[in-house]
């Protein structure tokens, strides 16, 4: 079945020392986000890729990367995790191909990350 | 004001009643319009895309009010597994997505 696969599930980390986490997509959708949620909060985008075109949101820390290699992966890098970066992590793909930003989101599981 | 708010909740239902969530967004340019289900623990699945001329699908009714720049849900005949956070999301144009912080839904046997 096509789908978002994001690993690992889950993710402890020490602070301040960097981390990665995978998503990958069999949807062959142009677009892929990343979502950080909190406890009992809304996800937040944090950036996205059209193709190979990245946009980061305002308000996402310097601390937080993308690549997205190819149109299969995307990765999201934290540089220094903090104790505040402790979130699920959610991995998105829409198709989007007129671009007209309208396409519904299909989540991969969620990378939950710990920072010790 | 938030971009997207929704009611607070949680609602508390039994089994076979009709409840009602609403959503209301800021941005008069948004340009499309979903609800999503979020289980515990888990990733957001898509429930409904929701049309300016308003869609069912099966139990759940979707709305649109440009005007008012509202949404809502409605699902009748409330079952055990409809027990979820129930996320509004607005997409503001340019890929900007926002999503509500969510309404719990809680159905009792």
């Given at each position: ?116 | 004001r938030k971009e997207v708010e929704q009611d607070p909740g949680p609602f508390n239902v039994p089994e076979g009643a009709t409840v009602a969530f609403n959503c209301t967004y800021s941005n008069s340019a948004s340009q499309s319009f979903f609800w999503y289900r979020q289980d515990c623990r888990k990733e957001p699945k898509l429930l409904m895309s929701v049309y300016s001329s308003g869609n069912e699908d ?52």
């Open positions: 079945d096509a789908m978002v696969i994001q690993n690992p599930r889950y993710q402890v980390t020490q602070f301040g020392k960097p981390v990665t986490l995978s998503c990958s997509q069999t949807l062959n959708h142009n677009v892929m986000y990343w979502y950080q949620q909190k406890s009992s909060q809304a996800p937040k985008l944090l950036f996205h890729y059209y193709d190979k075109d990245f946009n980061n949101e305002a308000d996402t820390p310097d601390n937080f990367q993308s690549r997205r290699p190819n149109t299969s992966f995307c990765f999201l890098d934290i540089r220094s995790p903090g104790l505040g970066d402790a979130a699920m992590y959610l991995c998105a793909t829409s198709r989007d191909e007129g671009g007209l930003a309208g396409d519904e989101q299909y989540f991969g599981p969620g990378t939950r990350l710990t920072v010790t | 099966g139990r759940f009714t979707a709305q649109l009010n440009r005007a008012s720049q509202y949404i809502s849900l409605l699902i009748r005949d409330s079952k055990l597994s409809d027990s979820a956070t129930y996320l509004c999301v607005v997409n503001g144009g340019g890929f900007k997505t926002i999503f509500g912080a969510g309404t719990r839904l809680f159905v009792k046997a």
